[in-house]
């Protein structure tokens, strides 16, 4: 590892795991000689959606099996909740009149008590305001509400809003008269028609003067006094409002501002009273405004809408419609300003961590659909995760793999139930994994992915749902975003089984590309930081067949039809290649890799075939595998019974022009060149000329491989005549000048290489060596960088790397300038 690699792995913030400790001086040199290195590689580019819809258009489901991203909806659709359903037959009255125990009049009690009527007079309760009552409660749905007219604008306000008790017309007659007053104002000025009248009442007071209730659930008759008089003076005149604005008007913002504001003004006062929810019995006559005011088609209007329904706690089929309301509004990208100055955000969370999901399944499916796409906004992602997204998100994800109980006792009914069940926390769970991929772009989400064990929870789904496509890339795609980091990736490393996992899914999906190619990213990064991983890997039945079957795979000849494919193909094939180069720096991995003759002929076969011109990163990264493997040069080595080809083929790679092609083509000769045959064949065609200009090149990574091959071909007699005629001495001497205090690693390598050329007796340019090693070898005269973990690396190659071959050679040469022989 270079120095600059170590710098770099010292400013990250690791992920400390059990077993960290703080490294010794040996094991710092023993990393530092290692010739292997992990390789490095762009994450696999992800094309943003063009169209914001619940599955995207590589989605794996049918068209025709899923739910729909387009519909229309309208204030029709929607049902008036809690209602008895009208038969459209009047009973027959009672025979007596009971007294109430509740009564809403303001007196508390009954003006009269009359007998009741013979039932021939019945068919006078048709008519007038009383018979269109009775056909309005006829209604379950607000489709069948009559469009408002001027003369349904002269109704009562009782026909308006669904009261059909006698007892209530009494107590609305302030209402009324409310409602004259407005009739009296100039119906074509909007503004002024939908301005909030609520009386600014001392609610204080109130509480104060008797204990707060709650409508319809009082007492006493004072109880149901107070609860009256908020009626009429507070709620009554904002609905009175909303249903005498016609949705087929034209509508200006500011009107649609004013809206807004009733609405908000009217959730608030009945959250101040505890009336939210299920707890107001005349909730229906409010929801079947609010359902109307839907047809208005502003979609701010109908977000603050939105948050006011759910507020009031709908369910079934209202529910899902106003989730597919929020739905549609967050489609547009131009919405989303408007979640982010209203509160319908923490609705929609909340309703996320509903404990029975399944019986909102469809709504929950839109409601996590919406804060899907509005998770693609940096802004939205960053409020989600104020909020505690990514654990709610979780949290829902485990219940849904829990699964529901059955409610049926037919086994063919329960299977039936389940297996919808299933379908619809499948689709749930695709809208939960991408909504992860979003938040995953944020840098401030990794903590909370740590926090909230992420990578467990991902696992699992990814291991229930290994033949749902759609899941399983949108996790991939959560994995290799975060595996690029230091602390994700050790805490997917430490996560039971994942490689397992993976291994499992590339030899399942081997022709789904963005999917392998997204797991192979992963697993190399993996590698690159876990020896835990490589090992994990390695161990796993079959784990290495399935890479090298994919490596066969994907190397095929293209037929003509695909070869629009290639460059997902060989990205396939960078990301492998990478991954097994990574998996050698293990010992026994590398051991066992060398030694496989399908690895090294694939790879082989592969510089045969690819130019470094159209395929670099391929090109190169088959190099530096080889290199790597050719560090291991036991008997077993394939590579090392190869190398006569493997010679050949970098000899080509040395001619060209590409330098990172040149430097990864060194490196390998500084391992081949262990052996005569390689060292004669480096001679026999000139390389070493090419290699002693390397160490020109100001490159402290150029002129380390440089003096690896330099290392070997001096350590025979013959080659170092030749490499002291060619001015080698001189080119490392300048090379340990420039380079020494930045990196002492190869400042003992360019000793060791002037050890080598001065066996024969004789050194060129001794004096002025002599001069740089007795200022090198002084640690008081050297400057250390001031930070502790970069000193402490420098230090250590210093003392155990430098120093000792150093001042070997320096002994040597100061014996040459007292006695003319260098020993």
């Known amino acids: 590892m ?45 094309p943003q959606e063009k169209h914001r819809q619940l599955f995207g258009e590589s989605s794996s489901r049918a068209h025709d099996g899923r739910p729909p991203s387009a519909f229309s909806l309208h204030g029709q659709h929607f049902e008036v909740p809690d209602s008895r359903p009208g038969s459209g037959t009047r009973l027959s009255p009672l025979d007596h009149k009971p007294r109430l125990s509740v009564s809403l009049d303001k007196d508390g009690c009954d003006d009269e008590a009359t007998l009741p009527k013979p039932p021939a007079e019945r068919g006078n309760t048709r008519i007038g305001s009383g018979g269109s009552r009775a056909r309005l409660l006829r209604a379950a749905s607000i489709n069948r509400l009559p469009p408002m007219t001027p003369h349904t604008k002269n109704m009562s306000l009782e026909a308006r809003i669904g009261v059909d008790q006698p007892d209530d017309r009494e107590k609305l007659h302030s209402a009324e008269v409310t409602e004259h007053k407005t009739k009296s104002s100039s119906e074509s000025d909007l503004h002024t028609l939908i301005k909030p009248r609520i009386p600014q009442t001392d609610v204080s007071s ?62 608030d006062a009945l959250a101040e009273r505890g009336m939210l929810g299920r707890q107001c019995k005349k909730r229906s006559a409010i929801l079947r405004t609010l359902f109307r005011l839907i047809d208005v088609g502003s979609d701010r209007l109908n977000l603050t809408l939105s948050k006011f329904i759910l507020a009031l706690n709908v369910s079934g089929n209202n529910l899902l419609n106003i989730c597919k309301l929020v739905f549609k509004i967050s489609r547009n990208a131009s919405n989303d300003a408007l979640f982010l100055t209203d509160s319908i955000l923490d609705s929609l969370l909340s309703l996320l961590q509903c404990e029975d999901v399944w019986s909102k399944g469809e709504a929950v499916l839109y409601c996590v659909g919406s804060l899907k796409l509005l998770s693609g906004n940096s802004a939205i992602s960053r409020l989600l995760l104020a909020k505690g997204f990514i654990g709610i998100l979780l949290q829902l994800s485990k219940r849904l793999m829990h699964g529901p109980s059955t409610t049926s006792a037919n086994a063919t009914a329960q299977r039936s139930e389940g297996e919808g069940q299933r379908i619809i926390a499948g689709h749930i769970l695709v809208q939960v994994t991408a909504a992860l991929r979003n938040i995953a772009d944020q840098s401030e989400s990794r903590p909370s992915f740590l926090s909230n064990k992420a990578f467990f929870t991902l696992c699992l789904i990814l291991e229930n749902h290994r033949n749902d496509l759609d899941i399983c890339i949108n996790v991939a795609r959560i994995f290799s975003k975060l595996s690029t980091y230091t602390e994700c990736c050790h805490a997917l490393a430490e996560t039971p089984r994942c490689c397992s996992l993976f291994l ?49 795979a994907y190397q095929e000849t293209l037929s003509p039809p695909e070869q629009c494919h290639a460059p997902e193909r060989e990205d396939v094939l960078v990301k492998l290649i990478r991954l097994l180069a990574n998996l050698a720096i293990h010992p026994t991995v590398g051991t066992a890799l060398a030694a496989n003759t399908l690895c090294v002929q694939l790879l082989l076969e592969l510089l045969e075939c690819r130019c470094v011109k159209k395929s670099e990163e391929l090109v190169i990264n088959a190099v530096a595998t080889i290199n790597n493997l050719s560090f291991y040069q036991g008997e077993s080595s394939v590579v090392r019974s190869q190398h006569t080809h493997i010679s050949q083929l970098l000899l080509k790679l040395l001619l060209g022009s590409n330098m990172d092609a040149v430097l990864e083509a060194t490196r390998v000769f500084g391992n081949l060149s262990q052996i005569k045959d390689v060292r004669h064949f480096i001679m026999q065609h000139k390389v070493e000329q090419f290699v002693i200009t390397l160490l020109d090149s100001k490159t402290p990574d150029v002129c380390f491989s440089a003096c690896g091959v330099l290392i070997n071909l001096s350590a025979d007699p013959d080659n170092r005549a030749v490499l002291r005629v060619e001015e080698t001495v001189q080119k490392l001497i300048d090379c340990l000048h420039d380079f020494g205090p930045q990196d002492w690693h190869l400042a003992a390598v360019v000793c060791q290489t002037l050890w080598n050329c001065s066996l024969d007796g004789e050194l060129q340019h001794s004096q002025k060596l002599l001069e740089i090693l007795w200022l090198y070898t002084d640690r008081g005269a050297l400057q250390w960088p001031s930070d502790d973990g970069v000193r402490q690396v420098q230090e250590a190659c210093w003392e155990l790397l430098f120093l000792p071959v150093a001042e070997r050679l320096r002994q040597r040469l100061h014996i040459e300038g007292t006695t003319g022989i260098i020993q």
Not at 26 to 44: C, D, G, K, M, Y
Not at 235 to 264: H, K, R, T
């Open 2 to 46: 270079s120095g600059m690699e170590l710098q770099q792995d010292k400013s990250e913030h690791v992920h400390m795991s059990s077993s960290f400790r703080r490294r010794t001086s040996a094991e710092i040199v023993s990393e530092a000689r290692r010739s292997l290195r992990s390789l490095a590689t762009q994450r696999p580019f992800t």
């Open 206 to 267: 109130e509480k104060q003067s008797k204990p707060e209730t709650r409508l319809g659930y009082g007492d006493t008759s004072d109880d149901n006094m107070d609860e009256s008089v908020f009626w009429n003076t507070k709620v009554l005149p904002v609905l009175q409002e909303f249903e005498s604005f016609a949705p087929g008007d034209g509508v200006s913002d500011e009107i649609v501002g004013q809206l807004c504001n009733s609405c908000n003004g009217l959730h």
């Open 504 to 552: 499992d899914l590339l030899g399942k999906h081997s022709r789904k590309q963005d999917l392998v190619v997204r797991l192979l990213f992963t697993l190399g990064n993996l590698t690159a930081k876990s020896t835990e991983a490589r090992e994990s890997i390695y161990e796993e039945e079959g784990g290495i067949d399935v890479l090298l079957d994919l490596f066969q």
